[in-house]
């Protein structure tokens, strides 16, 4: 359930309609609802309810500081897999103790940042960061809390690209080694063992490869205590899918998720983390365009749309599906259309659907790109000099713009000359 509905024959978000917030920005534009955020966290703390637990965002979903704040009030940790990420989380103002950082290239650096800054702990990746990690940890004089992140070798049944969990990704220490990795870990001063780590992928649609790797983990959390490991701490990852579609096959839900958790770790009374991302914003956010021509081709209709394959690059990425409605709410009976909708950039790649039967729509009308909010304004560019879009935040009947869009002399003017020239 999300907060982007029709009323009085036109799209709302929560109690502010669409067309008066792209009257006052602009189009394209992201919009998110802040109600649909804080009931997708709540969902998964609930689900959680009776264990131990902390739910950190994996903001690399959607990471303006607007929606950090909104998941932070409500106690959200943070999922981070950059110092870029780590700074935001901080300038959110949420605590090192609630921010786990995550990732298979954590550089010095950044673990040097995040160790003074404060961490509640990093999920190691390999054995060479985790050299890393206790040099650092050394050199400051404290100790840096880890969990090692196991790949379990299961198949997520997700697209190849967003599949994390098998021996052929380059994510985690394979689980055949973990005794291994956690007596080097254990051995090395700089670093205290707290916990495992496991993340499979994104957008599973199913609970049975979640329940074949949390299995996984439960075996290993009890081969490790008793080897003397203090295993105190789960992280499960993210990934729980969300409806792309009004079909009937929907993911599971939040609390079917938690119930699987229970099921398969709960007699070992560990801490649970989670860090879900998609989940949380994906339906929290729609992407607003405007129609600039529809063009007939020989044996097609093209609508030629304000945004792009750079605003939005789920499409063209991963060949995802975004429903894309009429902000103008269609009249009943009208007959649909089918068109291939494109946008302005140079590539044949710039195409979010094809042969896509919808509500008819003419230039200069606004639609909407539905499940949008998350891995969408974080994975813009400004490929054609297109200015990163603005991102809009509404919250009952207010809204305001948490991101503005740059000038173009903005974009213009990050680049230097060189004397030279
Ligand atoms: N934790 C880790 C370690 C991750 O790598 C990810 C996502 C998450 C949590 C959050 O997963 P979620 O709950 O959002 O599924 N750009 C792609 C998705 C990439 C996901 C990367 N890792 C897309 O647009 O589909």
Redesign the pocket.
Known sequence: MDHFLYRHGELYAEDVAVSEIAAEVGTPFYCYSTATLERHFRLFDEALDGMEHLVCY?M??ASNQAILKTLAALGAGM?V?SGGEYARAIAAGVPGDRIVF??VGKTADEIRATLKGGIRQF?VESEPEMEVINAVALELGVVAPITV?VNPDVDAKT?A??A?GKSENK?GIPISRAKEVYAHAASLPGLKVIGI?V?I????TQLEPFKMAYEKVAALTEELRAEGHEIKRLDL?????IPYTRSNDAPPLPVEYGQLIKDTLGHLNCEIEI????????NAGIMVSKVIYIKEGEDRSFMIIDGAMNDL??PA??E?HHDIIPVAEATPGVEKQQYDIVGPVCESGDTFAKERVMDPVGADDLIAFRSAG???AV?ASEYNSRPLIPEVLVHGDQFAVIRRRPTLDEMINRDTIPEWL
């Open positions: 994996a690399k979903a999922d897999v995550s990732g999920n992140r697209h690209k967003i994390t994510f780590d993340h992928g994104s957008q599973l990852g993210g990934g729980l899918g860090e879900p991302g998609r989940l949380i914003a994906g690059i789920r990425m991963y995802a998350a891995y969408g994975m």
